[in-house]
């Protein structure tokens, strides 16, 4: 079993700071890749920062420079901080964990996700 828990989501003002968390616990044989999608109501879920395995990291264009993901292997959490935060930030948050099953099978496994919401 694998399950992922977000937190450190919240209300900030425009120009603060957010750390999220994701905490993975469970068996995990093998993990592709780590990332952060958001989504605001009414539009798709967006792809917003991605840690490969091998500790590569990739960010949608709308955030680069401003969020860093990161992870702390000893804690199994991926981390996302996300500074200079605008309204358009706002969205629920949330971890996904691709996550090789055997052979050529993977999975994807998603988190409850976070509210984030940022005021003008």
């Known amino acids: 079993q694998v399950q992922l828990v977000e937190s450190g989501g919240g209300l900030v003002q425009a120009g603060g700071s957010l750390r999220l968390s994701c905490a993975g616990s469970?068996?995990?044989?093998?993990?592709?890749?780590i990332a952060w999608y958001r989504q605001a109501p009414g539009k798709q879920r967006d792809l917003v920062a991605t840690?490969?395995?091998?500790?590569?990291?990739n960010y949608a264009d709308s955030v680069k420079g401003r969020f860093t993901i990161s992870r702390d292997n000893a804690k199994n959490t991926v981390y996302l901080q996300m500074n200079s935060l605008k309204p358009e930030d706002t969205a629920v948050y949330y971890c996904n964990a691709n996550i090789k099953i055997s052979g050529p099978y993977s999975y994807n496994y998603w988190g409850q996700g976070t509210q984030v919401t940022v005021s003008s």
């Open positions: 469970g068996i995990i044989f093998s993990i592709n890749a």
């Open positions: 840690i490969t395995s091998g500790g590569s990291t």
